[in-house]
């Protein structure tokens, strides 16, 4: 398996390639742009980051373009109660911890046996096709 550093060098143009996708502009940008600053935004937020560089770009195109790369499994799609999708390049197991108080959400990396651990407790005869853990909460009072 790739480490993250290998994958994260890797051109978006032979990811997408690799997937079996066209690597047109707007999906490179996009592509590109949620694996520099793996911060979860939102379609808006990545509208807003690649219009500067597509500037005829449109809010439709984006979520047209989150959701192939969604569909062909290069990121994944990440729902809050009543949230906005946010969108999520790093596909190796993990867990998400949601701040509320600030509306950042960090990757939190799982031991590998409790993935295993979960999957061994579901009714006997079923498979996940995934698994998703979110947690919620914010962040410490700093002790004085």
């Not at 998400?96 to 046996?113: M, R, S, Y």
């Not at 409790?114 to 996940?128: F, T």
Request: negative net charge; glycine residues 4%; charged residues 20%.
């Amino acid at each position: 398996m790739p480490t993250l550093a290998a994958t994260n060098s890797e051109a978006p143009t032979s990811r997408l390639a690799d997937s079996g996708l066209r690597a047109t502009p707007q999906r490179e940008v996009i592509y590109d742009v949620l694996l520099k600053k793996r911060d979860h935004p939102t379609a808006d937020e990545v509208y807003a980051r690649v219009k500067s560089e597509l500037p005829t770009i449109s809010l439709a195109t984006v979520y047209n373009c989150l959701e192939t790369l969604v569909q062909h499994h290069l990121v994944r799609a990440v729902n809050f109660e009543r949230g906005p999708t946010r969108y999520c390049p790093n596909l190796h197991p993990h867990a998400h911890f949601h701040d509320e108080q600030t509306g950042k959400t960090h990757d939190i990396d799982l031991p590998a046996n409790l993935i295993e651990h979960v999957n061994s407790i579901l009714p006997q005869g079923y498979n996940p096709s995934s698994v998703e853990i979110i947690f919620r909460g914010s962040a410490k009072p700093e002790p004085r």
